[in-house]
C-alpha cells in the first residue's frame, strides 16, 4: 500500500488558495491605506484654504473671493464625505477578504491533516504487514526445528 496521491494535490491546491487570499488581503489593505492618505490630504487643503480664507477676511477682499473660497471649500468637504464612504466600503472588503483567508487557511489545515492521516494509516498498515511477515516466519522457523 502507496500514500494516496490525491492528498498531496489537494494540499498544494489549499496552499495556492491561501496564497491567493493573503494576495487580495494585501491589496485590499494597500487600497485602504490610500484612501486614507487622500483622505489626509484632503483635509490638509481644507485646513489651508480656512486658514487663506481667515486670512482674506482679514483685510479688504471682494464678495466674490469670499464666494470662490467657501464654494472650493464646499467641493473639498463633498470630496471628504466621497473618501469617508470609499474608506467604509475598503474597510468592509477588506474585512471580507480577511474572512476568506481564514477560510483558505482552515482548509489548508484540514487537507494537511488527511495527508498526515493517509500517510500514517500507511505507516499502520506497514508495520501490520511487517508484523504479519515476522509472525509467519516465526511460524516456519518453529515447525522446521519440530
Known amino acids: 500500500m502507496k500514500p494516496r496521491d490525491c492528498w498531496p494535490v489537494l494540499a498544494k491546491k489549499a496552499l495556492e488558495g491561501v496564497e491567493l487570499a493573503q494576495s487580495n488581503v494585501l491589496l485590499a489593505r494597500n487600497k ?3 484612501l486614507e ?3 489626509h490630504k484632503i483635509c490638509e487643503m ?5 486658514a487663506q480664507s481667515q486670512i482674506i477676511q482679514g483685510r479688504l477682499h471682494s464678495m466674490s473671493e469670499t464666494t470662490n473660497y467657501r464654494h472650493f471649500i464646499t467641493q473639498l ?3 471628504l464625505e ?15 477578504t480577511k474572512e476568506l483567508l481564514m477560510q483558505a487557511e482552515l482548509k489548508k489545515m ?3 491533516a ?12 506497514e508495520r501490520k504487514m511487517e508484523q504479519k511477515q515476522m509472525d509467519a516466519l516465526g511460524v516456519t522457523l518453529y515447525n522446521l526445528r519440530a
Open 32 to 34: 485602504v491605506e490610500s
Open 37 to 39: 492618505n487622500s483622505r
Open 46 to 50: 481644507m485646513a489651508e484654504y480656512k
Open 77 to 79: 468637504q463633498i470630496l
Open 82 to 96: 466621497q473618501a469617508e464612504q470609499q474608506i467604509s466600503t475598503a474597510h468592509l472588503e477588506l474585512e471580507r
Open 110 to 112: 484540514k487537507m494537511d
Open 114 to 125: 488527511l495527508v498526515e492521516q493517509d500517510l500514517a494509516s500507511v505507516k499502520r498498515w
